[in-house]
């Protein structure tokens, strides 16, 4: 089966790019409001993209009435973001973070989650969270009914634990990441295997002498 993309309807291409190119990391994303409220929302249109700025990318839709979703339009007033990254601890507020809620309401506040004060941007980090990216906005692009804004990391927050501090690896038994599939789906990380680079030829090996 194949589709051309440029027939194919948005919904459409929607569903099927969000169903393939799985799973997703989730940033849940807190910023600050003109008045000062702390908003909190995840996208997983995100990504790390660059270490040399380190850089990161959150690609969010207008709302259908045509309005921008309050991370947006915080971010491009302030210049100021964090990505709190989810682990299974948090899946269930994250989520929760989802629901339209009016810019004057917390979302953290609603589902439980708490504010921890951030080092060099304004909006708070979350304290539950394995990880806090702390962003300033580099530059933000508007395509079709998306701002794609992309954040430089000005400081990390981790978990205690999760980082060997002489090699710099994270405990990948401890961090227990979720990623999106699509719609309200997600997955753990359990499940990891490592490979060698030969490992091919152990295959090819094998399957010569079936
Ligand atoms: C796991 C997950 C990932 C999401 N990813 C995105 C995304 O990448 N872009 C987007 O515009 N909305 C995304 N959404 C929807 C927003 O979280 C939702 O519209 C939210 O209400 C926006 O809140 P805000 O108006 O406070 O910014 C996602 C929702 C979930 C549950």
């Known amino acids: 089966m194949d589709f051309n ?11 099927l790019l969000t169903g393939l190119v799985v799973p997703r990391p989730i940033a849940l994303v807190t910023s600050l409001s003109a008045a000062g ?17 380190p850089i990161v990318i959150l690609s969010i839709e207008d709302r259908a009435s045509g309005s921008m979703k309050d991370t ?3 971010i491009i007033e302030r210049r100021e973001f964090v990505v709190n990254l989810v682990d ?12 339209d809620m009016p810019p004057e309401v917390s979302e ?15 909006p708070p980090r979350i304290l539950e969270a394995p990880a806090a990216l702390e962003c300033t906005l ?3 692009i508007s395509i079709g009914k998306r701002r794609i804004l992309i954040g430089q990391v000005r400081h990390l ?8 501090p002489q090699t710099f690896r994270i405990d990948m038994c401890l961090y227990q990441p979720v990623g999106r599939l ?4 997600y997955c753990r990380t359990g499940g990891q295997f490592s490979l060698e680079k030969n490992a091919y030829l152990e295959q090819l090996e094998q399957a010569g002498r079936t």
């Open 5 to 15: 993309f440029d027939r194919l309807e948005r919904t459409l291409r929607y569903k």
């Open 182 to 185: 699509f719609a309200n789906r």
């Open 37 to 53: 409220v702390v908003n909190a929302a995840p996208f997983s249109f995100f990504n790390v993209l660059a270490d040399e700025p």
């Open 157 to 164: 927050h981790v978990r205690d634990g999760l980082v060997d």
């Open 108 to 122: 953290l506040k609603v589902v439980g989650l708490t504010e921890a004060p951030s080092l060099s941007v304004s």
């Open 72 to 74: 947006g339009r915080n």
């Open 138 to 140: 580099y530059s933000d």
């Open 88 to 99: 299974e601890s948090i899946a269930v507020q994250m989520h929760g973070c989802s629901n």
